[in-house]
């Protein structure tokens, strides 16, 4: 297997751009995670779906973020309008979920984001 | 949500034992303790994974006490590929579902 995919690696937009993240999980699992990652705050868990359905978006920082899981293979992330704070690492993973979130989970080589 | 807390990093020398600790005091009941290491521009990977007590797989062990409110990640005789950024992550309780949370990371140096 391929590992999950993410797509672009690296994004370079300007304040005010829409910017699409995107994701495909490992063929299988069931569930999906989106993390972001910058220095000051550390990892953070932006949403997760278990088979497809959002099951927590609590970490979505506001409305300028969506996300979609329209089948078991792609996902992504959305931000709209983009502004210079949302400039950070986003990892997606999966994961068998077996029962739990926390779960062993598979990551991603992150897209890195420039919002100027 | 409480704080999942690590030590901000720690310094080794090749061939020895190093343990790492996370403090989750607001852990879920139900949930798994989850270890991974970081490498700089990439994806965290998996290490281990407990509920309670020990589990041991071929790279780490892993210790819970009992009241789970903490753990400690094992690496033996380390080696120069091993300097990395070592996270633990957790299920705190947050109402319908639980909120994962990763610790806040400790970056290892091994040094020959």
């Known amino acids: 297997d391929a590992g999950v995919i993410q797509s672009p690696r690296h994004e370079v937009t300007e304040m005010g751009q829409e910017v699409t993240l995107r994701c495909k999980p490992i063929?299988?699992?069931?569930?999906l995670f989106w993390y972001r990652q910058t220095m000051m705050r550390g990892l953070e868990l932006l949403i997760y779906?278990?088979?497809?359905?959002?099951?927590?978006d609590s970490g979505m920082p506001e409305d300028r973020f969506s996300a979609k899981m329209p089948n078991a293979s792609f996902s992504t992330l959305k931000i709209q309008p983009s502004e210079p704070r949302d400039s950070a690492v986003y990892f997606c993973?999966?994961?068998?979920?077996?029962?739990?979130?926390?779960?062993?989970?598979?990551f991603g080589p992150g897209t890195r984001l420039t919002v100027t | 949500l409480a704080k999942t807390t690590q030590p901000i990093s720690m310094d080794s020398y090749e061939g020895q034992e190093v343990n790492i600790t996370c403090s989750h005091n607001?852990?879920?009941?139900?949930?798994?303790i989850t270890w991974y290491q970081q490498f700089p521009s990439q994806g965290p990977r998996f290490i281990i994974q407990?509920?309670?007590t020990k589990v041991t797989n071929e790279v780490a062990s892993l210790f819970i006490p009992a009241d789970r409110k903490s753990s400690t990640l094992s690496l033996p005789r380390v080696s120069l590929s091993d300097t990395a950024v070592y996270y633990c992550?957790?299920?705190?309780?947050?109402?319908?579902?639980?909120?994962?949370?990763f610790g806040t990371g400790t970056l290892l140096a091994v040094q020959p």
């Open positions: 993973a999966s994961t068998d979920f077996g029962g739990s979130p926390s779960y062993e989970q598979y």
């Open positions: 063929s299988g699992h069931n569930s």
């Open positions: 779906f278990n088979n497809n359905v959002p099951i927590d």
């Open positions: 607001n852990i879920a009941t139900n949930d798994y």
């Open positions: 407990g509920y309670k």
């Open positions: 992550l957790v299920g705190v309780n947050g109402g319908a579902t639980n909120k994962l949370i």
